[in-house]
């Protein structure tokens, strides 16, 4: 078992920066996918970002590349979202994930969610 806890959401104007954690328990993040998701108000969750097992390679989703980078620390069983240029449209719930296999793979299909931390991008 996995318990993710994300933290560092919060209010900022479009053009900011911002940088979620995610805080991993129960057993070690080493040899497994991580990643975020997000689900904005009325929508279905959406693909954000994935780092594999090996965290050999990075994906993102096509409305985040270029301005959110994740990436993961072993040692402190940490997984990061850094945000930039954040848009209103970027204004959503996001989770972070972990599966034993892969997280680019339909939400349904991932075995590890956290609670989720909310992020709101104003005009």
């Known amino acids: 078992q996995v318990q993710l806890v994300e933290s560092g959401g919060g209010l900022v104007q479009a053009g900011d920066s911002l940088t979620l954690s995610c805080v991993a328990s129960?057993?070690?993040?080493?040899?497994?996918?991580v990643g975020w998701f997000r689900q904005a108000p009325g929508k279905e969750r959406e693909f954000v970002t994935a780092?594999?097992?090996?965290?050999?390679?990075?994906y993102y989703g096509d409305s985040v590349k270029g301005r959110f980078t994740s990436s993961r620390d072993n040692a402190k069983n940490t997984v990061y979202l850094q945000m930039n240029s954040l848009k209103p449209d970027d204004t959503a719930i996001y989770y972070c994930?972990?599966?034993?296999?892969?997280?680019?793979?339909?939400?349904?299909?991932?075995?590890?969610w956290g609670q989720g931390t909310q992020v709101t991008v104003y005009s």
């Open positions: 129960g057993r070690t993040i080493e040899n497994i996918a």
């Open positions: 780092i594999t097992r090996t965290g050999g390679y990075t």
């Open positions: 994930v972990a599966d034993p296999g892969s997280v680019v793979r339909p939400a349904h299909a991932i075995e590890y």
